[in-house]
């Protein structure tokens, strides 16, 4: 497993602007997918996005999808999560969360961060 340490939560007005960190404490990093997931208040954690070992494929949950970017650096060992247009909606505790497969579900994943609070103010 992988330690992982969030970073950049907080609270924001509608239509603005976030980017949480992710970094891990591993040189495994690089060859880990990393995704985001969410868990919103009474509500079940649930994917945001993916991003592959090498940065080249992502794949984004339609709620976000033209409004939140990942991006990594494996030289860093740490990947972001932009996060633009921010709806009240979008308000819940974020997680990052690394594996060794490219998947959208949490079974595909064995480390997790603490999780961060984002919240968004209408």
């Known amino acids: 497993q992988v330690h992982l340490v969030e970073s950049g939560g907080g609270l924001v007005q509608a239509g603005g602007s976030l980017r949480l960190s992710c970094a891990a404490s591993e040189r495994t990093f690089s060859s880990l997918a990393m995704g985001w997931f969410r868990q919103r208040p009474g509500k079940e954690r649930e994917f945001v996005v993916v991003i592959r070992r090498s940065g080249g494929s992502t794949v984004f949950a339609d709620s976000v999808k033209g409004r939140f970017t990942i991006s990594r650096d494996n030289a860093k060992n740490t990947v972001y999560l932009q996060m633009n247009s921010l709806k009240p909606e979008d308000t819940a505790v974020y997680y990052c969360?690394?594996?060794?497969?490219?998947?959208?579900?949490?079974?595909?994943?064995?480390?997790w961060s603490q999780g961060t609070q984002v919240t968004v103010s209408s």
């Open positions: 969360a690394a594996g060794p497969t490219y998947g959208t579900s949490e079974r595909d994943y064995d480390s």
